[in-house]
Nanobody, 121 residues
């Protein structure tokens, strides 16, 4: 069993900052890519930021220069530092990771349950 648990969401005023965390736990052998997605009401889930095990990152155009993704491989944790938040950043933020469990060579994709981020104007 593998679990991803997000934390750090909440209510913040426009221009403020939040830091999301996502910790992976369970029978983990290796983690490849880790990412943050978000889904606003009535919209499709979209990629916000992703990072490979080697540290390469990519971002949605809408968050470039404001959000930073990072990871601590020793803790199996990925972070999303969100600065200069805007009301349009309001969404449920989900963690995603490609994980291989012990005694397996295959990677499967796992999702967290999400954390709500609300930005007031």
């Amino acid at each position: 069993q593998v679990h991803l648990v997000e934390s750090g969401g909440g209510l913040v005023q426009a221009g403020g900052s939040l830091r999301l965390s996502c910790a992976a736990s369970g029978n983990i052998f290796s983690i490849n890519a880790m990412a943050w997605y978000r889904q606003a009401p009535g919209k499709q889930r979209e990629l916000v930021a992703a990072t490979t095990s080697g540290g390469t990152t990519n971002y949605a155009d809408s968050v470039k220069g404001r959000f930073t993704i990072s990871r601590d491989n020793a803790k199996n944790t990925v972070y999303l530092q969100m600065n200069s938040l805007k009301p349009e950043d309001t969404a449920v933020y989900y963690c995603n990771a490609e994980i291989s469990v012990r005694y397996s060579v295959n990677y499967n994709v796992y999702w967290g349950r999400g954390t709500q981020v609300t930005v007031s104007s």
